[in-house]
T-cell receptor, first 116, second 114 residues
Framework: AQTVTQSQPEMSVQEAETVTLSCTYD???????LFWYKQPPSRQMILVIR??????QNATENRFSVNFQKAAKSFSLKISDSQLGDAAMYFC?????????????FGPGTRLSVLP | DTEVTQTPKHLVMGMTNKKSLKCEQH?????MYWYKQKAKKPPELMFV???????INESVPSRFSPECPNSSLLNLHLHALQPEDSALYLC?????????????FGPGTRLTVT
């Protein structure tokens, strides 16, 4: 079975600084998708960034980028120029690429605080 | 419109009550999901609907009964719940069940069972 690990239960970053959240996963599949979801306090979960395993190029969305190391099964999220609104719980998630109905395997989450 | 709405926002119910949670989306998505989330934990999948048919039931107790009356609406009927069922219940939708498709989450219903 696939597992997702986020080794940092909590992290903090100074406003305008850069922070990296780590995620590792375990799978024997070659075709899969990886996601970072953000859940602010009392607000809904939203997708931050998505990476297809077959793509070597790291995904980027504005201030958010990933470092995808397929051989090492690592998928870290870098947040540049951190803003107060980035404070949230961040979940790394894995989804198999074959067949339909492949459910998310979520990591335990990392709570990010942004200090003014 | 990229919004999933859920009502009510908060619900307090006794163990003998019957209540329902409602989820709605108008994005034309054909897959809809119910998740349960305990505090400081990731969401746990409960049910998946695809084209209004139940696709996945993750061994959820029968006191939770899902219903998908149409492609835009998803209900979760609750009956004889236990205090340990208190949690945030999240609804999500996606274009289809394909693995690449993003799931859009609603804000959740915070349920307290007394």
């Amino acid at each position: 079975a696939q597992t997702v690990t986020q080794s940092q239960p909590e992290m903090s970053v100074q406003e305008a600084e850069t922070v990296t959240l780590s995620c590792t996963y375990d799978t024997s599949e070659s075709d899969y998708y990886l996601f970072w979801y953000k859940q602010p306090p009392s607000r809904q979960m939203i997708l931050v960034i998505r990476q297809e395993a077959y793509k070597q190029q790291n995904a980027t969305e504005n201030r958010f980028s990933v470092n995808f190391q397929k051989a090492a099964k690592s998928f870290s999220l870098k947040i540049s120029d951190s803003q107060l609104g980035d404070a949230a719980m961040y979940f790394c998630a894995y989804r198999r690429g074959i067949n339909y109905g492949q459910n998310f395997v979520f990591g335990p989450g990392t709570r990010l605080s942004v200090l003014p | 419109d990229t919004e999933v709405t859920q009502t009510p926002k908060h619900l307090v119910m006794g163990m003998t009550n019957k209540k329902s949670l409602k989820c709605e989306q108008h994005m034309g998505h054909r897959a809809m999901y119910w998740y349960k989330q305990k505090a400081k934990k990731p969401p746990e999948l409960m049910f998946v609907y695809s084209y209004e048919k139940l696709s996945i039931n993750e061994s959820v107790p029968s006191r939770f009964s899902p219903e998908c009356p149409n492609s835009s609406l998803l209900n979760l009927h609750l009956h004889a719940l236990q205090p340990e069922d208190s949690a945030l219940y999240l609804c999500a939708s996606s274009l289809s069940l394909g693995s690449a498709y993003e799931q859009y989450f609603g804000p959740g219903t915070r349920l307290t069972v007394t």
